[in-house]
C-alpha cells in the first residue's frame, strides 16, 4: 500500500480493516483455451475484496482510492516498496523453488509463461533487484511508467466485475460501482495509447540452474506436449495423482529423501514434473527420464485404479466458499472454458481404464522430448550437473559424429553395391547379346547351308534330268545308261579343266587323273 491524496498508506490500511474483509490486488493471466495451438492470452490486473452488504460503498470507495488517487511518484515509499518485494522474491525462492521453477522452464517456449516470468517470477527479481541497488538512476523512468500503465488499465470500459452474493447484495453492489465507475479515466484515450505500445514476448529456450546457499535442489522438467503433437484428455488429471502417490513418491520422495515431488498437465499442454526440497539432482533426472517406461508398462488391480480414479474426483469435486466459487467462475469464463468441455473431462475420467493410462505415455514422451529444464539448489549440485550435462553433450556429440559415420559408410557401401549390381547386370546383359548374337549367326550360316545345298541339289536335277536321282544309285543303271551319265559329266566337267604341261613335255608324260565321288545324300 502507498500513501493515497486522501489517506496515508497506514491509516488506509486500517480504514481497510475496519470497514471490509480486506483488499487485495494482483495480475492474472487466463490461457484461452479455445485457441491453445496459437497460445492466446489475456492478462489482468484484479483487485479483490470482500465486506458486509451494508459496508459496500465503503469497499469500493477504498478500491477507487486505490486505483485513481494512489501518489505514484513518493520515491520514498517506492524505495521501501521496492526491498520488500526484492527480500519476498529472494524467499519465495527458498520457500517455493518447486513453483518459480517450473514457471522459468515454462518460459522457455510459452509467451503465458515468459509474461508470469517478467512479472513475477525470477526475470521480475532481476528487475526488481536493478531497480532497488540503483533507485536513483531508475526511479524517473520507474514514477512515469507507473503512471502511464495506471492511466492506460484503470478505465470504466476497460473493466469488469465478478460479484459473488445473495440475489438481494447485487443491488448494493450495482449502486456502489456506480459511483466509482464515473471517477476511472476515459477510454478512447486509453485504447489509443495501448495499440501504440502493444507488448511483443518472445521466447528463448536456455535450460538454467540458479545457485542458492540451500543444500537442496528444486529440479522442473517441463515441456508442451500440444506442441509435440498430442491432445489433451481428462485421464491426465488420473496420471496427475498416479505420479504423485506412486512413481514419483515412490522414487523421488521415499527412496530419494526429497520434501516432495509434484506434476501437473493442464488444457493448454503445458505438462511438468518437479521437486521439492531434493537432496538430488543428477537422479532426479534419471527418475523424470523413466517415467514413459513406468507409463507403457502400468498394470494395477481394478481396486488400485478406482481409487486412482476416485482421488482424482475428490481434487475436482472438493467444497468451495463463494469466493472460491466466484473466482472459479471467473476463471472458467476468462479462460472460455465451456460446460462442454469440463463434461467431456469428467467423461474421460470416469471411464478410464489402465489401457488409457498406457496411452498416456506418449503424452509424458512429449513433454520430455521439449528437453526444458530448470534447477534451482545448491552451488556444487549445480555445476555438477553443469560437467555432467557438458559430458554428456560431448558424448551425444561423439555419438552424433560416429552416426555420421556410420551412415556415410553405409551410404558407400550402398552405392558400391549397387555399382557392382550394375555391373553385374551390364555384364549378363553383354553376354546375353553375344550369345544371341552367336546364335543369329549361327542361325545364318545354318540358313546359308541350307540355301546352298537346295542350290546344289537344283544345279544336280537339272544335270541328271528327271532321272537323276535314280541314276545317283550307280547299282541301278545299265552300261549303256551309265557311259550315257558319264559322258554328260564329263561334259559339264572338262570345260571347266585347265591344264597347261610345260612346252618341253613330251606326250604321254603327265597323266591326270579326277574322280567323281559320291555325295552323303546318295548324289554325286
Avoid at 483488499?23 to 489482468?44: C, M, N, P, R
Avoid at 513418491?249 to 516432495?260: E, I, M, S, T
Avoid at 557401401?413 to 557392382?420: D, G, I, L, T, V
Wanted: charged fraction near 30%; aromatic fraction near 8%; hydrophobic fraction near 35%.
Amino acid at each position: 500500500i502507498i500513501d493515497t491524496e486522501n489517506y496515508e498508506y497506514g491509516e488506509l490500511f486500517n480504514e481497510i480493516n475496519i470497514h471490509t474483509g480486506g483488499i487485495g490486488t494482483s495480475l492474472e493471466l487466463y490461457a484461452d483455451a479455445q485457441k491453445v495451438k496459437e497460445k492466446e492470452f489475456k492478462a489482468t490486473f484484479e483487485m479483490k475484496g470482500k465486506s458486509l452488504y451494508p459496508k459496500m460503498d465503503v469497499l469500493f470507495s477504498m478500491m477507487r482510492e486505490i486505483l485513481t488517487c494512489s501518489k505514484l511518484d513518493d520515491e520514498k515509499r517506492l524505495k521501501e516498496i521496492l526491498a520488500m518485494l526484492k527480500s519476498r522474491l529472494s524467499m519465495s525462492f527458498l520457500s517455493s523453488g518447486h513453483t518459480t521453477a517450473a514457471l522459468r522452464a515454462l518460459s522457455y517456449t510459452s509467451p503465458l509463461a515468459k509474461f508470469k516470468d517478467d512479472t513475477d517470477g525470477i526475470e521480475f527479481y532481476e528487475v526488481v533487484k536493478e531497480i532497488e541497488e540503483n533507485f536513483d538512476d531508475h526511479k524517473e523512468e520507474l514514477i512515469c511508467r507507473l503512471k502511464a500503465i495506471s492511466k492506460q488499465i484503470f478505465c470504466a470500459d476497460n473493466m469488469m466485475v465478478s460479484y459473488t452474493s445473495a440475489k438481494e447484495g447485487l443491488a448494493y453492489m450495482e449502486n456502489a460501482f456506480a459511483a466509482v465507475s464515473k471517477q476511472l479515466n476515459d477510454a478512447d484515450v486509453v485504447q489509443t495509447e495501448a495499440k501504440e505500445n502493444r507488448c511483443i514476448i518472445h521466447c528463448k529456450k536456455r535450460n538454467e540452474g540458479f545457485k542458492t546457499s540451500s543444500k537442496v535442489q528444486y529440479v522442473a522438467r517441463v515441456g508442451n506436449f500440444i506442441d509435440g503433437g498430442e491432445e489433451y484428455t481428462g485421464a491426465l488429471q488420473i496420471l496427475k495423482v498416479i505420479l504423485s502417490y506412486d512413481y514419483l513418491w515412490q522414487n523421488v520422495r521415499v527412496k530419494g529423501g526429497a520434501y516432495g515431488c509434484m506434476s501437473n498437465f493442464n488444457r493448454i499442454g503445458e505438462g511438468y514434473l518437479i521437486s521439492y526440497r531434493d537432496p538430488n539432482l543428477e537422479k532426479t533426472m534419471e527418475i523424470y527420464e523413466g517415467v514413459v517406461d513406468y507409463l507403457e508398462n502400468f498394470n494395477v488391480d481394478d481396486r488400485d485404479m478406482n481409487k486412482f480414479i476416485i482421488g482424482t474426483i475428490s481434487n475436482i469435486d472438493r467444497p468451495m466458499n463463494p469466493a472460491a466459487k466466484g473466482s472459479r467462475s471467473m476463471n472458467l469464463y476468462m479462460s472460455r472454458v465451456t460446460e462442454g468441455m469440463i463434461r467431456r473431462e469428467r467423461e474421460q475420467i470416469l471411464s478410464a481404464d489402465q489401457k488409457d493410462i498406457r496411452a498416456l505415455a506418449k503424452i509424458l514422451k512429449a513433454v520430455l522430448d521439449a528437453d526444458q529444464i530448470c534447477v534451482i539448489g545448491s552451488e556444487e549440485k549445480i555445476e555438477e550437473q553443469k560437467r555432467l550435462e557438458k559430458e554428456r553433450q560431448l558424448a551425444e556429440e561423439r555419438r552424433k559424429q560416429e552416426l555420421a559415420k556410420q551412415q556415410e559408410e553405409l551410404k558407400r557401401q550402398a552405392q558400391e553395391r549397387e555399382k557392382r549390381i550394375a555391373e553385374e547386370k551390364a555384364k549378363r546383359e553383354a553376354e546375353l547379346a553375344e550369345k544371341k548374337r552367336q546364335q543369329e549367326e549361327l542361325s545364318r550360316q545354318h540358313a546359308e547351308a541350307e540355301a546352298q545345298q537346295k542350290r546344289r541339289a537344283a544345279l544336280l536335277n537339272r544335270l541328271s534330268g528327271q532321272s537323276g536321282s535314280a541314276m545317283g544309285q550307280g547299282s541301278g543303271m545299265t552300261s549303256f545308261q551309265k557311259a550315257q551319265y558319264e559322258n554328260r559329266i564329263r561334259s559339264c566337267i572338262r570345260p571347266h579343266i585347265t591344264f597347261n604341261p610345260p612346252a618341253s613335255a613330251r606326250r604321254g608324260q603327265y597323266v591326270a587323273k579326277f574322280e567323281v565321288s559320291l555325295l552323303r545324300n546318295g548324289r554325286q
